[in-house]
Nanobody, 128 residues
Framework: QVRLVESGGGSVREGESLRLSCKASGYSFDHFPIGWFRQAPGKEREGVSCLSAGGVSTYIADSVKGRFTISRDRAINTVYLQMDDLKPEDTAVYYC?????????????????????WGQGTQVIVSS
């Protein structure tokens, strides 16, 4: 049974940092891409950053480039999203997801709803 469990969300002020974690289980972590998506109130879910299978390639949205960093720890099947210099527009529910059917990276059009397995999400609130 594939499980993705996010943690690390919270409420912070503009300019502060948070680190999100996603613990994966029930499948071969290194064989599939994994990444982060977010959905702000009233907006479509969007890809934020992801790693290809084996962590060979990294993808990151322009809106967070230079502020967010994705990483992983293969030993514990966990992917992280380090978020620095947070802005109010980063407020959203952040989801971890993986894709078993090669639908494209997390920034690919449609990926936000096409990837196969999703966590329950963790809320991030950034106040000005």
């Amino acid at each position: 049974q594939v499980r993705l469990v996010e943690s690390g969300g919270g409420s912070v002020r503009e300019g502060e940092s948070l680190r999100l974690s996603c613990k994966a289980s029930g499948y071969s972590f290194d064989h599939f891409p994994i990444g982060w998506f977010r959905q702000a109130p009233g907006k479509e879910r969007e890809g934020v950053s992801c790693l290809s299978a084996g962590g060979v390639s990294t993808y990151i949205a322009d809106s967070v480039k230079g502020r967010f960093t994705i990483s992983r720890d293969r030993a514990i099947n966990t992917v992280y999203l380090q978020m620095d210099d947070l802005k109010p527009e980063d407020t959203a529910v952040y989801y971890c997801a993986t894709d078993f059917e090669s639908k494209g990276n997390c920034l690919t059009r449609g990926a936000s709803y096409a990837w196969d397995y999703w966590g329950q999400g963790t809320q991030v609130i950034v106040s000005s």
